[in-house]
């Protein structure tokens, strides 16, 4: 079945570092692609999205580029902020039938000033 | 335009008890997603009803467990006899089609 594999955490950075988060997939065909942010105690946000190969999404200086040939959909941001520290989910949303779902497990990122 | 509500946002409950965990949807979305998160993992879908259906219950566990969407009035997730492995926290999200809105969760534990 759908599958979502994403970088194991925690990752601890200092604030204006560099941020990638590795995210890969396994799937039927071409599933829309979504990164979503977890603040403590708080539910989803949906971080940014892209629905098919090349498309890049982007929203509050994070991007991730949907990559059809290595099946990936990695996060990254040039310069992080103490507010940016959060657990971050790599999903696909599944095909043909009910559109639902599946979660990598989570990475938690913590940025220090 | 409130966003998906979800009541209650902590529940505490004894072995053997009932939980009921509710969930209104955002103005106009009739499609309604229940997902569990447990400790340190990733959210997993459980089920995926419409306005008085259920269209999708792959996730859920056979037994105990039970969801429903009326006509009027929230969607519900209902355990019965819970045990201490059903704590986690739950999220409800919904969609008029596409992308899901989710809630803030309801953390339930169980002593």
């Known amino acids: 079945g759908d599958s979502v594999t994403q970088m194991e955490g925690p990752v601890t950075l200092s604030e204006e570092a560099f941020l990638t988060i590795n995210c890969t997939y396994t799937a039927t065909g071409y599933p829309s692609l979504f990164w979503y942010v977890q603040y403590p105690g708080e539910g989803l946000q949906l971080l940014l999205k892209a629905t098919k190969a090349d498309d890049k999404g982007s929203n509050k200086g994070f991007e991730a580029t949907y990559r059809k040939e290595t099946t990936s959909f990695h996060l990254e941001k040039g310069s992080v902020q103490v507010s940016d520290s959060a657990v971050y989910f790599c999903?696909?949303?599944?095909?043909?039938?009910?559109?639902?779902?599946?979660f990598g497990k989570g990475t938690k990122l913590t940025v220090n000033p | 335009n409130a966003g998906v509500m979800q009541n209650p946002r902590h529940l505490v409950r004894r072995r053997g008890q009932e939980a009921r965990l509710r969930c209104s949807p955002m103005?106009?979305?009739?499609?309604v997603y229940w997902y569990r998160q447990l400790p340190e993992e990733g959210l997993k879908f459980m089920v995926y009803?419409?306005?008085?259906?259920?269209?999708?219950e792959s996730g859920m566990p056979k037994e105990r467990f039970s969801a429903e969407f009326p006509k009027e009035g929230p969607s519900i997730l209902r355990i019965q006899q819970v045990v201490r492995g059903d704590s986690a926290a739950y999220f409800c999200a919904s969609s008029k089609k596409g992308e899901q809105f989710f809630g803030p969760g309801t953390r339930l534990t169980v002593l």
């Open positions: 009803l419409q306005k008085e259906n259920i269209i999708d």
């Open positions: 999903a696909l949303l599944t095909q043909g039938g009910s559109e639902k779902l599946v």
């Open positions: 103005k106009g979305h009739s499609h």
